[in-house]
């Protein structure tokens, strides 16, 4: 099974296990995984965040390690250090959480800016240095880091340099009544429900093969230049400080491919690009003075933008299955 959409149904299926009403979370966490990005995850505590990070790990059949985020974490304790070893009187190397597939930086606000730039290189170039020796990160590799937006005392808000590092930032919205009614009868029944109860359903050969299948996915011009057009707009826009950077335009591009894949198609049409652009793009502009002390935040700063621009063609049904040229449809299998 190295299929991008049958990837994306079984993980989404064995998570559904356990989680209710997270689809679209689910949706775009495989698709980072798929095009190699990492998420920052945003809710108020109790909705599941650091949990529905363990699932999608044990799901994927992909090593795990947490890093719980405080004041006092030093860099070492995330990247590791070389440990002097008393009997043999030579140092050895201790590897960090850093050293997993799937890493979890729960509340990465709440350490110093020192301790979050060790994360920088790793995310980057998944690469570590420590004590002068460069070492690889396993691959597949995916940094899912977790803030609470409401309680930002004694924390550090994350530099731009380290929020342009992150593909998504997802929001974990409370439940509604129905979805909450639903959690409650599920753990009343079975109580025991959690991470260990789920299974693995892929490998992690499977994932680096459906990676292949995304970065074949074929991207017409005309999708193309809408990703400029929605890009540039950022950058002159009356609100926004500073816009978007090419690292976030390939973003985009990078995982529209990847929609397109767990959707099963090859190609990419512009409805994959209009709906990333709010989890890419929204932690990454620096909004302008005068619009925070009007309140306008980027979220609606994004969304005039995408009435602004308009996505290729008139009909937007008809150009969405015309932007793959003829000959360009190859099946993903």
Known sequence: MTEPAAIYESLREE?????????PIIEQLTVALLSGGHVLLEGVPGVAKTTMANLFARASGLNYGRIQMTPDV?????????????????????????FANVVVADEINRATPKTQSALLEAMQEQSVTIEGETLDLPEPFIVLATQNPIEMEGTFELPEAQRDRFLFKLTV????????????????????????????????????????????VHVDERVKNYI???????????DIAHGTSPRASLALLDAAKARAAIHGRDYVIPDDVKTLVRPTFVHRLVMSTDAELSGVTAAEALEEIMTTVQPPGSDPEAEQESVVSDGARRKLR
């Open 173 to 216: 919205d409370l439940p509604n009544r129905e979805e909450e009614s639903k959690l409650l009868d599920r753990f009343d029944t079975s109580p025991d429900l959690g991470p260990a109860t789920v299974t693995q359903v892929v490998t992690p050969t499977e994932i680096l093969d459906a990676r292949e299948f995304v970065a074949n």
């Open 15 to 23: 998570m559904q296990t356990v989680l209710i009403g997270n689809d």
């Open 228 to 238: 400029l057009d929605i890009v540039e707009t950022t950058r002159t826009h009356a």
């Open 74 to 98: 030093l860099p070492a304790d995330v990247t590791g250090t070389h440990i002097y070893q008393e009997q043999s009187g030579e140092f050895t190397l201790q590897r960090g959480p850093i």
